[in-house]
Every structure is written in structure tokens, then in C-alpha cells.
């Protein structure tokens, strides 16, 4: 009977297994603590932070995925943990805007999210790769359902404004035409024997027939209007059946049209190892991964605290900050240790004794600059008149992307379109202006592609990273020389503080580096304590 | 007041329109005429079938997709229409195997499927493209739901027993490997001048550089281990966050094992127009879809009619059947046109007076040969262990594929694959075996990519296409000279009889050929009964 799970009566196994079934791993921990079988149980989390020490303490600044990953662990593992929050929700950038919400930006503006019950838009991250396993790990332990987001749409468009006339056009077509150019090309050459010192005549031959097949080319070699190309690119007129059932080849693009389009410049986007099937949401928004965590962690997290100071001495650290719903007096909060998750950005700006490598690192990294928008519609148009369902449209014109919902698909009623996601210039540009111009620059942009939008438009939504007073930029925006002179310094524990985040990581800007980094932090952080607990 | 819909009194407008965005058209329909509101409009439907002669009749054989969209149709424009079906169910090859089900092959082998309550497979029809708008059309109407169907998991595998000492390879690696190598081999030659006299000097500056891009090749335009290729291909060791976070690249295959491989045979399918994003399949099984209609089409249907024989005459048509339930009388069905949509496989045993042209089409077209082979396992192995979340797996192996579940994504329970979707001459082999030995060779195979097999292996069912008995085949398999020969004649209409089914398309074995290929019949049919009704 040395297994502990055989201690169990075989009901309460029932129970628990029913209530983990159900309810996913945070709801069983609780039952468990219930019912007074974990204190037999060790530490089983994605880090070993086996044998905490007695009374130890943690705390943790910030209430985004990093701050709440730590929080949720090092509590599981027997810490006392204590977090605190600026925004009086948590998440972070983990954040889904809803009808009746309302959010003020810096500088005052402020606006209220006038969408119809059930349509949303996630202001920061909105997609899950299937490889971002803490991430998923954490939906299921905390029963956040899943639906598959769509990435990559072959009937959505790439658009270009000065080409084609301005007209956009349908990713398989674009997709299709430049890899059918590029097998025509390569075809060519070969049989010409431009590779004959390269690869062996069986070689050669294989090649030829990988070409023909995965470009579809004709018997010829070509890539040319008929039924081969038409195959991936799609047809002028759609293969049916009876006597009218003929289909007719769609005309493909020239290779000078193509090149010139500059189109080609996003086809490698929906290869990129973040953008492959199969990507997640949480049904409902983004947000509600963080909303899950708030519940769990409940009187953990004091809301509507902002950080003024973090000062750290031999024993402990301590983090001074003002309650934002009562301006005024200044409270404090002390650990034996901190992990602090605010953005390099906010943190850069409070005062923190920390030695000259990690200070450097703070105030080294800048922040990337990104605009959303959503657009609420009276109506599904891209769906009912142009037959696109979920996915991307890619655009070369200031607005970068317009989005299509991946759910509700077919549903008669309205639909928010992301309707602009940029970055660089013309992220600035947008937060240059007020709300109400973004969302009028966004239905400006978008009409090129979607006519529709000036009949159906209802209501717009704005965030422009730069004017979230909590982050003041979407997020930290490496490059290999900073991360060579700073990035190690910046997650190496200084004293008895740690930091976590997307910005302590190697993948910027998405969940999974927030909670990994946090996951790596308090492992670090859990040694030192154990260490110092034993000297 | 001319607008018939400003007749209604606005509460019965709006009764109408609760009706209608809860419950689909159809419900919407029914409500009409048992509010009399119908008799004044015009039918609208999606071939123009207005002004039925009244009392013109139509016998419909078979309640496939095809038999039942005429059905419909008619039925709304105002014809009586009677259809006879040899299964006791509807739908035809639009099927769902559950647990509970049972199914007797050709032959007497009887198959009963214990898969547990909500798992299924679709032996027939199992994906719906979004651009066979007509089928789309038809669930919305009908009220089938809709979820995505995942055709294209890049972390799914490609395999070749005889590549890579048998060892599965991911689909991206593959992919992002053979793109990569095409995307060197033509910048090489290129930059060598070989492509001086097809392209301008500046055509080739856009080439390279999209290659570089497209091909995710390094700076100097290789395709090598490293952060551009493994951006594409998938990490070594993937990127996260903290101290460890860095990420370490994955070795590429070189252009002789791809070659060698012939894994690049199956590269050109996932941007077939068919398996482009983004796909459907009706919650809880394609069956739905047949389901549906034949709740709507109630009464209409007779099922477990047999019809042994076709005579047309000069005034209309008779069908001669036997009711399976009750051996020994024959029965008959009359009607002034016949719609039949009986597979060719078996409408080439029944005596029918047509013509030799349509007799001749009807004996020419072969069926197609294909096996579909649903496992259910314990657990969902492949997406816990392997993080594969939908999709489809191709194997050199007699097998083809293995499709994974594309709903109930993370689900702790059981699940059920597509343990083999196979046709060829693999087909024939596995249509020789029976249905245990087939099932027992699915796992034998399928273990080579699954290891998992052996162990969480629980029960399974297995159809052969030939050994259907009301289909001896899976689908009219036309070459393009049997086409060019038979195919108008098939369609067009021999005095009193047209016919339809996916061997009446440009489809073949899509719903959607079934479908338009009997709305272009019934149009047509249409047509003759005005002509005649006037003359």
C-alpha cells in the first residue's frame, strides 16, 4: 500500500475522478483540499517545487498569465502568495473587450464597447498554437472549452492597393499562381540542365515529378489556364452536375503580374510553426483564461493596486503601492521573495533596487507598437456574400489585416470583424489619433476590400497599445543584439527578485512565453528559497 | 401594398422570424403554410421551378442527397411527389455509424458497432468544401449545425514504410523541407544566370527575394539548419521563456532523403480547392444532414422499397418494388416523370426501357473500389501524447490514412479514429477480408505510426464500398474518355426519366454533385412538364 492513490476508498476515487472530469484539475485540487488528501500528496506541477519551505512567502506583482501561472503553482506547492494587480480584473493583455465594457486609454479617452450580447474582440493575444502546451495545460486544468481557430483561409483575400487595380484577390489564387511559377521555373531549368551537377539524373527525375504534382503543372511541364491549375487556384465557374455541370478554368496570373504584385511577401505566413494547424481560442474570448485564473486565485489577487516602489533587503522585498479606487495613502505588501511581471515598459518608470545588469536590462528593451480595432456589422457579409469563413485577409494598406470571426459560422445575426491589426508606422500613426478617426481610418481602409462595410457598419472599438496605461506598447521587442547584451541579465535572479513575462522570454508578444518564463522564474526562485531555508 | 411580405401583421411577421433564425427555413416553411401565408408567394428556391401544372406528379428512386433535394424542391414548387428508398433510413452513402447501430454486408457478414454514446464514423461523405454552396444551402436550411473540419494538420505525419527506417516524419518538416529545397535549388540558378532570358533583372531581384522568404532561407539563400528554417519546419528544442528558453533548431532532411522518400507525392493535397480552409462537417456526424431531410420530407418516402423494374409509357412512369419487411408482393409507383438517383452499379441490374444511349452510359461507368475503417481506443493518445488536434495522416501503407477527430478537442474521454480510408487496389484487398480481419490489418498497419495501438485498441467497424448492398461501390468512376463518350447521355432525359447522383456530375463522390446534379435534373424535368402541361 505504498502507492498514495490506493489510500483512496474506491468512491472517493469516483468523486474526485467525476469532479476532475468535469470540472478539469483546478475544481479536483479544491475537492481535494476538501476532502483532506492532498497534504499526502506532493508537488506534481509542469516545474518541482517540491519541499517548499515552511511559511515561506512570495510575492508576485501583476495578475497577467506570468503573475498568475507563479501564483497558481507556487501556492499549490505550499507558499503563502500574495499578488498585486493595477486593473481591477485579471488577465493583463490577456483581455476580451465585450459589449458594455468600457476601457480608458491614456489621455483620457474613453470608450464603451457597444457590441450585440456575445460578439467580442480580443484586444491582445487571440490565437493558441497547438504547441503552446503550458498554455493548454492551463485551459484544461482550469476548464476553459476550446474551439479551433481559423488561421489561414484560402478563400480570404491579399490585397494589395496598387496592384491588380486595387482589387484583392483570393489567397488560392495567389498561392497557387506563385507556387505553379515557381515549379514552371524550376521544371524549366532542369530539363534545360541547370541542375545537372547538382542532383543525379534519378534525382532529376523525381524533382520533375514533384514538381508537376505539388505545382500543378500540366503533361507539359506548364502552369497554365486548365483544369491542373485550376485544381488548387479554383475556377471560373465551379464544377457541377448534369448537362450544366461543365467546369470552366479560371486564368492565372502572369509571373510579371505576380512578382510585381508583391503579394508573395506574405505567403509565408500561414508555414510559420505559430500559424500552423491546428490553433485554438476560447470559445467566448481570449479572456477568459484569465478570468479562470482570477477565480481560482480569488482573494490572492488585490485588485486596483499600483506599484510605486519595490525595495528589496536581505530578508525580503517589499512592494509600496497606491489603492486606485482610494487615491492617497500608500499601503505595503512584503514577501521572503518577489516575482515581478510588469511590463519593462511600466517597470522601467518604478524605482527598484536592483543591481546595474538587470536595471540596464529594464531599460534597454522598447516596446512594439500595435493598434486593433473591431467592427461590429449588421450582418455576416464575408460569409454570406463572399463565402469566407474565419481566417485572415492580408492587406499592404495601413489597416494590415482584417480578421473574420472563427465561430458562429453561418449564424444569421451581426458579426465583429477584426477590422485592423498593424504594427510599425502605421501603429503609430493610429495612436496618433483619437478612437472614434481609428475606427473611421479602419472602415476607410477595409471599404477597398469589403464595399459592404459603409452599408452594414455599426459600432467600432479601438486599442492602440501605446495608450494602455498599463503597458504603454503591446510588447518587448528584442533584437538579436539586445538579447545577446541584456536578455540574461534580465531573467537572472537579483537578490530576492525574479521577473517573468512575454519580455523574459524567447517568444515575444505570445501567452506561452509569459507562463513559461514565469515557470522558469519560480523554479530559480523555489532553489534559492529551499537553499535558504537549509543554510 | 403590393409587397406580399407587408401583408403580414408585424406579431406575425415576427413569429415567422423567431421561427426562422432558431430553427432553419424548413421549420420556417412548415409555419407558413399552417399560417396559410404560402399559397400567395411564388416558390424560390434555387432552381427556378415556378408554375408547377397542377397535379403534375413526380416518383423520385432513392432518398440520397440527390433523391431528397428533388424531392424538396418539387414538393415546395407544388408538385406531389413520392420517393421510394431501398434502406430503411435516408440518406444513402450520407450515413453515421454510432454505437448501436448495426450494418449486414454483401455477403451475410453483420456488423454490430460498439462505440461508445457519442463517438461515430461517416462511412461515406465525411467533409464539406465552403464553396459547395448547395450543400451549405441545405443545412442552414434544414437546421443541420456546422463545426469546422480540420483536413490540414501540419503536425500530423507523412509516412513511408520503406523511408526513414518507417519512421512517421511531421507534415510541416516535409513541407517546409521540400519548399526550402525548391526554394534553393532555383535561387542557385538564378544567381547563375539561368533564368536571364525569362526574366528582367529587376523580375529576378523580386524572385530571389521571395524566395528567401517564401522558402524560408537563410541570408545567403540556404535552406540549412537554423532559426529561418525551423521558423517553418518546428525546433529541436522549442522556444520559451526564462534562462532555458532558448530555442535549438531542428536538423533538415537533405534533398536526397526527401527525393528518396516520395512523401512529396502527397504535398500537392492539402491545396486541392477540396481540402482548402475552411471545411465543415454537421455536429455529431454527416448522417445529420440525410437525417434531416428525411424528417422534413415525413411522409414522401416509402423505405424499405426495393425497385426490381422501370417502365415509362407515353403517359408517365411505373416502378415496380418489393417491400423488404414483407417478402413476396411486388408493388407499385406512378408518376408522370421519373427522377431516379439509384447508383449506376445497381441501376444496370434493373430492367428499364430507355434508350440505348442512356443504357449504354448507365453500363459504362465503373464504381470506384474504397474501405473506411472506424477504431475507438481508450483514450485520445494522439492528441495527448503527439499533440495532434484533427487532421489527417498519410501513409505509403495499404491504410492511406488516418484522420483524427476534428471535435471534442482535449476531451479526457474516448475516441474514435478513421483507422483507414483506402481505394486502389488496397481496397480490393481489404473488401476480400472480413470485417474482423479488416480492422485487425487497420491496427497491424496503423501501429507503425501509433504504437499506442496495441495498448488502448478497444473495438472497431468496417465498411467495404463493394459489399454495400445498396451501392456495390463507392462512386462512378469516370475516366475523361468515358466522359466525353457517356457522360450527356446520362444526363439528359430519356422521355419520362431523368437521372441523378453524384455519377451525374462533375463531382464525383461529393454531396455537392449530388445535389446540383439533381437540381439541374428537376429544372430540366420541370421545363418538359410545362412544355407538356400547355401543349
Known amino acids: 500500500m505504498s502507492d498514495s492513490s490506493a489510500r483512496f476508498s474506491p468512491s472517493r476515487r469516483e468523486v474526485l475522478r467525476g469532479i476532475g472530469l ?5 475544481a479536483m485540487y479544491r475537492a481535494m483540499t476538501a476532502l483532506g488528501v492532498t497534504r499526502e500528496s506532493k508537488y506534481s506541477g509542469p516545474v518541482d517545487l517540491s519541499g517548499a519551505p515552511r511559511g515561506a512567502s512570495v510575492l508576485i506583482l501583476g495578475a497577467g498569465l506570468a503573475g498568475m501561472t507563479a501564483a497558481y503553482e507556487l501556492r499549490n506547492a505550499g507558499y503563502r502568495v500574495q499578488v498585486l494587480e493595477y486593473n481591477a480584473r485579471p488577465g493583463g493583455r490577456n483581455w476580451t473587450l465585450r459589449g458594455g465594457d468600457t476601457y480608458t486609454e491614456l489621455g483620457g479617452e ?12 480580443n484586444p491582445g493575444p487571440w490565437r493558441i498554437p497547438y504547441h503552446h502546451e503550458n498554455l493548454l495545460h492551463y485551459c484544461r486544468e482550469l476548464g476553459v472549452a476550446l474551439e479551433p481557430f481559423v488561421q489561414v483561409n484560402y478563400n480570404a483575400y491579399m490585397h494589395n492597393p496598387e496592384a491588380f487595380g486595387g482589387k484583392p484577390q483570393r489567397y488560392r489564387a495567389v498561392k497557387a499562381d506563385y507556387q505553379g511559377t515557381v515549379a514552371e521555373l ?4 532542369t530539363t ?3 541542375l545537372d551537377r547538382d542532383l543525379t539524373h534519378e534525382d532529376r527525375e523525381k524533382l520533375l515529378e514533384s514538381l508537376r504534382s505539388w505545382g500543378y503543372l500540366d503533361q507539359k511541364f506548364a502552369y497554365v489556364r486548365g483544369d ?55 470559445v467566448g474570448g481570449m479572456g477568459h483564461i484569465g478570468e479562470a485564473f482570477g477565480r481560482e486565485l480569488g482573494g490572492l489577487i488585490r485588485y486596483n493596486a499600483k506599484v510605486t ?23 505595503q505588501a512584503r514577501a521572503d521573495w518577489c516575482l515581478c511581471t510588469i511590463p519593462l515598459s511600466i517597470l522601467g518608470q518604478i524605482p527598484m533596487n536592483v543591481g546595474s545588469a538587470m536595471a540596464d536590462a529594464i531599460a534597454a528593451v522598447p516596446y512594439a507598437a500595435s493598434v486593433k480595432i473591431g467592427l461590429q456589422f449588421k450582418r455576416r457579409f464575408w460569409e454570406e456574400d463572399e463565402h469566407i469563413f474565419g481566417g485572415v485577409t492580408y492587406t499592404d494598406s495601413p489597416i494590415f489585416t482584417i480578421s473574420y470571426p472563427s465561430t458562429d459560422f453561418f449564424s444569421r445575426g451581426k458579426g465583429v470583424l477584426l477590422g485592423a491589426y498593424n504594427w510599425g508606422a502605421s501603429a503609430f500613426q493610429f495612436t496618433a489619433m483619437s478612437p472614434a478617426q481609428r475606427v473611421r481610418e ?9 464595399p459592404q462595410y459603409e452599408k452594414e457598419f455599426e459600432n467600432g472599438i479601438a486599442v492602440a497599445w501605446h495608450r494602455v496605461p498599463w503597458t504603454m506598447g503591446c510588447f518587448g521587442e528584442w533584437s538579436d543584439e539586445l538579447r545577446a547584451r541584456h536578455y540574461d541579465s534580465l531573467c537572472r535572479i537579483d537578490g530576492r527578485v525574479a521577473l517573468a513575462g512575454e519580455h523574459a ?17 519560480i523554479g530559480r526562485l523555489h532553489q534559492r528559497a529551499v537553499a535558504g531555508a537549509k543554510s
Do not use: M, N
Open 110 to 121: 474613453r470608450q464603451h464597447c457597444e457590441f450585440d450580447k456575445g460578439l467580442y474582440i
Open 192 to 194: 534545360q540542365g541547370a
Open 22 to 26: 468535469v470540472a478539469g484539475c483546478a
Open 186 to 189: 524550376l521544371a524549366k531549368v
Open 442 to 450: 479602419a472602415l476607410r481602409w477595409g471599404s477597398q476590400i469589403h
Open 309 to 331: 516602489r519595490i525595495a528589496q533587503d536581505e530578508h525580503g522585498v517589499t512592494a509600496y503601492y497606491e489603492d486606485t479606487t482610494h487615491a492617497g495613502a500608500t499601503r
Open 228 to 282: 491542373a491549375s485550376s485544381a488548387s487556384r479554383g475556377w471560373e465557374k465551379d464544377p457541377g452536375g448534369g448537362l450544366r455541370g461543365k467546369p470552366v478554368p479560371s486564368q492565372p496570373f502572369t509571373s510579371k503580374q505576380l512578382l510585381d504584385s508583391r503579394l508573395w511577401q506574405l505567403l509565408f505566413l500561414p508555414d510559420q510553426y505559430e500559424f500552423q494547424t491546428t490553433l485554438f481560442q476560447p
Open 505 to 521: 522570454s524567447y517568444l515575444p508578444a505570445w501567452q506561452e512565453g509569459a507562463i513559461t518564463s514565469a515557470l522558469d522564474a
